[in-house]
């Protein structure tokens, strides 16, 4: 082997050494024994004091403002509805007909009655001021006179009867025909034609739904945070706030009501009060009968701390959250939740001001160093 062999050679061997010192190098810096794993991540919030309004809900039922039974003030047989059902009607319109023949023919009699008592009534006037001056004479007896006189008075009290009579009967006639007492939305008809009917007889019923009663019952403790400022005629409800009402289908009506009144007393059966409140209704959307939901602001809290509803677990009927200290280590806190807030909880008790509430990340032993982010709703899918 020449000189210039052996240089190439040596050269070579060189490289390889140094290849396999390097990647021995590169693998033990890879894997150092020993070596800790980096603190698992956490995300927390830092609580600190909120001042939020509560509110509470109640199960409401509609009913008309005013509800108007209609019923006839006459008996007599059906013979026309004149208004279309479910429809507004006016006070005043015409919803049904009763048959006025028979009432008709009980006018005419009593006008012929009247008319009979009238013409002795003028007879019994005109022997009076006939025999007067012939009793003053002495060319008739004063009895006969007397009697005449008697005579007149109750010829003139039977035709104020009788006048009477026909009035009566005059309206008996007009109460054929059957109005709406109220403006309001007329129900399904009850009656049918050719139905006979009477004063006892409910033909339909109107309701007033502009504006619409709203009835729910509170809570004795609710009445009694709200009683001052009833009985101070003022609003129940903090700031002044009107009544917001939630639909059978989740929907938020688009207007919001109004108290109302409080019932004079407690219901011992249930330990609740009624109170009623009013929702404007122009286009007629709510009806009596409907359910929902009724919500108000009752309360304001000014130092409430809140956390997300995912950062509290319940264990046996208990509240638990887990907390960075300033040490970033974790524990557990057994906690007393008030009122839900959106998607919060008001903590009442168990947690100072300015404590890291763990929201999201792994489930660790107390004790565990843990690095602690900033919770970002977003992040979440909020």
Known sequence: MNTRAVRQFGGSMAAAVSLLALGACQSTHAAVPGAPPPPPEVSVITVVPESVALTSEWIATLDGYVNAQIHPQVSGYLVQRNYREGAAVHKGDVLFEIDPRPLNAVLDQARAQLAQAEAQLAKSARDVERDTPLAAQQAIAQSQLDTEIQAYRAAEANVQSLKAAVETAQLNVGFTKVTSLIDGVAAIATAQIGDLVGPATLLTTVSQVSPIKAYFAVSEVDYLQMAGRINGGGKPWTGGAGLTLILADDSVYARSGSFLAADREIDAKTGTIRISATFPNPDQTLRPGQYGRVRAETHVRTDALLVPQRAVS?????????????????????????????????????????????????????????????????????
Do not use: Y
């Open 314 to 382: 319940e264990l046996q009927g208990s509240f638990q959250l887990r907390v960075v200290g300033p040490d970033n280590k974790v524990s557990t806190k057994t906690v007393k939740v008030g009122d839900r807030v959106s998607s919060r909880w008001i903590v009442d008790e168990g947690l100072e001001p300015g404590a890291r509430v763990v929201v999201e990340g792994a489930r660790t032993s107390d004790g565990t160093v843990v690095n602690p982010k900033p919770f970002t709703p977003s992040a979440a899918g909020h």
